[in-house]
């Protein structure tokens, strides 16, 4: 898909606060979501900086088509024991004004090049753009439900089926599906926290027999 590498993969030698093409070598980076808009390279390094002496870079997500951040964004460590005591000591600790979240980051390296990817849950179908999103509030309307994920990507459908607490998000992108799956696994919406998952779109339940279940044209796994 156009522009997937482009969304998750980070050249830390070119984008990266206090980074070196030398120390690629090194991939202890974590994935930090929930990052407030006005949150800069610099002040995510210096965050973790101040705590961790082997911090090597920072990089703050930038929409390229806003200029704005996409609310996450990767801290590369040079010492695996500091990231890892990173991973519970950091997790809902403020930077500006919202608390972070903290996950593993999954390396990812194409034509000799490094960066770092948020984790996923796989998929076989690599065209899937449908977020299956459980445990909803029964009181969020459509509306409030795009409104939670639009800020990941252009968003094409959302569907609530009638007495059931979940929902069906549809991207335009597969790349922004991806995101939003990170982004807002766990997260509360609404008043109840949400667990998300791949859906499963007409066209690819077709190709897949019976293994999913239907929901007014929409299937989840």
Known sequence: MPNTDRAFKLNWASYSVGEKRSELASDHSIFVGDLAVDVTDDMLMELFANKYRSVKGAKVIIDANTGRSRGYGFVRFGDDIDRTHAMTEMNGVYCSTRPIRIGPATPRRTSGDSGTSPPTQSDGDSTNRTVYVGGL?????????????????DVASVKIPVGKQCGFVQFVNRADAEEALQGLSGSTIGKQAVRLSWGRSPASKQSRGDSGHRRNGMYYG
């Open 137 to 153: 509030d029964p009181n969020i309307s459509e509306d409030e439900l795009r409104k939670a994920f639009v800020k990941y990507g």
